[in-house]
């Protein structure tokens, strides 16, 4: 089940006990931490050491917003 649940939810699996833990693009450009919802696991986001891969994110999610609206726009 839980490869079912990858698939349509974006996340990542913990390094701990190897449960899912979901979460957006907008959360990971924003949150401080991501806490696995199964052991509790809280996994600290540097912001620092991951400027580079959070300015993509953000570049990402700025694309796709973009794409909403238009798809919005059009229908």
Same mark, same amino acid.
């Given at each position: 089940?839980?490869? !079912? +649940?990858? +698939?349509?939810?974006?996340?990542?699996?913990?390094?701990?006990?190897?449960?899912?833990?979901?979460?957006?693009?907008?959360? *990971? #450009?924003?949150? +401080?931490? =991501?806490?696995?919802?199964?052991?509790? =696991?809280? *996994?600290?986001? !540097? /912001? /620092?050491?991951?400027?580079?891969? *959070?300015? #993509?994110?953000?570049?990402? !999610?700025?694309? +796709?917003?973009? *794409?909403?609206?238009?798809?919005?726009? !059009?229908?």
């Amino acid at each position: 089940m839980a490869g !079912n +649940q990858q +698939q349509r939810t974006p996340g990542l699996e913990c390094p701990k006990c190897h449960h899912f833990i979901p979460t957006t693009i907008a959360e *990971l #450009i924003s949150a +401080q931490y =991501l806490e696995c919802p199964h052991c509790r =696991l809280r *996994l600290t986001i !540097n /912001k /620092k050491e991951s400027k580079k891969a *959070l300015e #993509i994110l953000s570049n990402v !999610n700025d694309a +796709q917003k973009n *794409l909403d609206k238009a798809s919005k726009f !059009n229908r």
